[in-house]
C-alpha cells in the first residue's frame, strides 16, 4: 500500500513529508494471509478485482432465476445425485431459455 497522498487520493495538509523522505510515498507490504477479509487478492478496488465482482453478480443473477423461476428452492427428490440431475436439468432450461430469447430478439433486429 501506498501513501493516499503520492497516489493523489487525499489532500494530506503534511504532504508526503509526514510519511517518508522520497516522492514515492511511504509503502507497507502486508501478506494476504494476516487478514484475509482486509487484504483479499486481487486487492479491492483494482481492474482486476471489479471484473471478478461483475462475474460474481452475473452468476448471482443466474442464481435468482434459478430459484424464482426453475424450483431450485424447491427440490422434492432425496439423494445428492438426484439433487444434481434436478439442477443440472434447471441449469439446461435456463440456458436454452436464454438462447430462444436471443434468437427472437436478434430475428427482431433483422426483420
Not at 517518508?20 to 507490504?29: A, L, P, R, T, W
Not at 427428490?77 to 438426484?82: A, E, P
Request: charged share 20%.
Amino acid at each position: 500500500f501506498r501513501c493516499p497522498h503520492a497516489v493523489g487520493k487525499v489532500d494530506c495538509p503534511l504532504g508526503t513529508a509526514a510519511c517518508s523522505q522520497s516522492n514515492y510515498g511511504m509503502v507497507v507490504k502486508k501478506r494476504i494471509t494476516d487478514d484475509v477479509r482486509r487484504y483479499c487478492a486481487p486487492h479491492r478496488g483494482t481492474q482486476n478485482w471489479k471484473l471478478l465482482y461483475n462475474e460474481r453478480t452475473a452468476v448471482e443473477r443466474c442464481n435468482a432465476r434459478l430459484k424464482t423461476h426453475l424450483t431450485a428452492n424447491d427440490v422434492h427428490v432425496r439423494g445428492i445425485q438426484k439433487v444434481k440431475t434436478h439442477m443440472v436439468l434447471n441449469a439446461i432450461v435456463l440456458l436454452a431459455s436464454a438462447l430462444a430469447v436471443n434468437g427472437i430478439k436478434g430475428q427482431q433486429k433483422t426483420a
